[in-house]
């Protein structure tokens, strides 16, 4: 028999909760016969939102959660006083072992404090990073870490260096990935103490494919595969590449109906320009895993729809085929050793 694969999802998080959530886990299901689905929180809206679709219903059950933590909520209050709520009973499933990930589009705050607290670090992982794919010109490169550890150490950054070569070459598939630390400048003298501190330290390590420091406007090109920083600077990246992306999508868009000639130019680049740009769309790539704990804790974008939450369930699946956990277990333990 099929194992199967068990992917919790919080069903409340984020702006299109329940409609989209429900919607893109029913099409992940659809896609694969071995994934179960657990949608957590307010059944009798799940449900009512369930009676739309078909679905092979051995592959999606509904948990009843009765509360939301809100995004406004200081997080680990929220945890700690709403033990009833989607993103904590999501949680749990996966620290008692019976889901293999969950994915939440809810509060970033309440899912990595609840990752920590009740999924727990993998023992040896000093902190654990949030970790999103993000588009350049030569495929993806992962984000690591874009919101997690914002005073980071040095030691950190070297593990997260390790964690994210791991995930780039078992999930994503890109052999031998080049591992970049983010800095002002391209010279090892370079750049504010954390990363002067951290720079001889990755040009240490046997196990990864350092290539030395990038600068952000190489980030875009593709020049590394795995990009190393602390939480901050991390997240500066994400969110303005995040909205150049944006605006230059709006501005081709506009530019394309400016006069007849430019409408007709339009019509004929349409098809290269779509595909094109949808290589540039992040919900192409789900969202972004929680690396380091004892079980898959996947973040998605709180304006995610069905398309993000279904390949975010999809890369739950990748994660686990891969048995990337394992990886990064034994990873930290030769290094301990």
Do not use: W
């Not at 329940?18 to 896609?31: F, M, Q, R, T, Y």
């Not at 190393?228 to 868009?253: D, H, M, P, R």
Request: a neutral charge.
């Amino acid at each position: 028999m099929q194992e199967m694969i068990r992917v919790a999802v919080d069903a409340m998080g984020g702006d299109n909760a329940p409609d989209e959530i429900v919607k893109g886990a029913v099409e992940a299901v659809g896609l694969r016969r071995d994934i179960k689905v657990f949608l957590v929180g307010k059944e009798e809206r799940i449900r009512e939102k369930l009676k739309a679709y078909s679905y092979g219903e051995e592959q999606i059950e509904v948990v009843e959660a009765s509360e939301v933590i809100e995004t406004a909520e200081p997080p680990v209050a929220a945890i700690r006083k709403k033990k009833d709520s989607s993103i904590v009973v999501g949680l749990k499933l996966v620290k008692e072992g019976k889901a293999d990930a969950f994915v939440s589009a809810g509060s970033s705050g309440a899912v990595l404090v609840g990752g920590q607290l009740l999924v727990g670090r993998i023992k040896g992982v000093e902190r654990p990073p949030l970790a999103p794919l993000i588009p350049t010109a030569k495929g993806v490169a992962l984000l690591i870490d874009c919101g997690a550890n914002v005073d980071a150490r040095a030691s950190h950054l070297v593990q997260f260096a390790k964690m994210g070569s791991i995930y780039m070459e078992h999930v994503v598939g890109v052999s031998n990935p080049k591992v970049a630390l983010v800095n002002i400048g391209a010279e090892e003298e370079k750049g504010n103490a954390l990363v002067k501190e951290t720079f001889p330290l990755l040009k240490e390590c046997r196990d990864i494919n350092f290539i030395g420091s990038i600068e952000a406007r190489e980030i875009p090109h593709g020049q590394a595969d795995v990009i190393v920083c602390e939480a901050f600077v991390g997240n500066v990246i994400l969110k303005l590449y995040e909205g150049v992306g944006a605006v230059l999508v709006s501005k081709i868009k506009d530019g394309m109906k400016t006069s007849l000639r430019s409408k007709i130019g339009g019509l004929l680049v349409k098809p290269a320009l779509k595909e094109t740009l949808k290589s540039f769309d992040a919900t192409e790539y789900g969202g972004a895993p929680l690396l380091g704990l004892k079980g898959l804790v996947v973040k998605t974008h709180g304006s995610s729809k069905a398309q993000e939450v279904k390949n975010s369930i999809l890369q739950c699946v990748t994660f686990k085929e891969q048995q990337i956990h394992d990886k990064i277990k034994e990873n930290i333990i030769r290094e301990e050793g």
